[in-house]
């Protein structure tokens, strides 16, 4: 079994910063792809950003040159250092892993989420 945990949301007024983490602990012989997600309420999921187990990172445009995603493979562990928030980044973070667990069994996994309230 596999399982994400997502740490880090809060609330914070305009402007601020968050930093999220994405713990990922089990059965797990390695991680490729890891991405993040959000939904605002009354929305639909949206990507945010991704990370290849090689580092290669894509950003939403809505996110690009604010929000930072990085990952340390020897904690299995990604971030998503958040910067210049603004009231419409307040949503439900979820994070999203293509995980191989120790059978060889490949599966996306989600996250719980948390919770980003940017206000003032």
């Known amino acids: 079994q596999v399982q994400l945990v997502e740490s880090g949301g809060g609330s914070v007024q305009p402007g601020g910063s968050l930093r999220l983490s994405c713990a990922a602990s089990?059965?797990?012989?390695?991680?490729?792809?890891m991405r993040w997600y959000r939904q605002a309420p009354g929305k639909t999921r949206e990507f945010v950003a991704t990370i290849t187990s090689g580092g290669v990172t894509n950003y939403a445009d809505s996110v690009s040159g604010r929000f930072t995603i990085s990952r340390d493979n020897a904690k299995n562990t990604m971030y998503l250092q958040m910067n210049s928030l603004k009231p419409e980044d307040t949503a439900v973070y979820y994070c999203?892993?293509?995980?191989?667990?120790?059978?060889?069994?490949?599966?996306?996994?989600w996250g719980q989420g948390t919770q980003v309230t940017v206000s003032s």
């Open positions: 999203n892993a293509d995980v191989v667990a120790t059978t060889r069994a490949a599966t996306v996994y």
């Open positions: 089990g059965s797990i012989f390695s991680i490729n792809t």
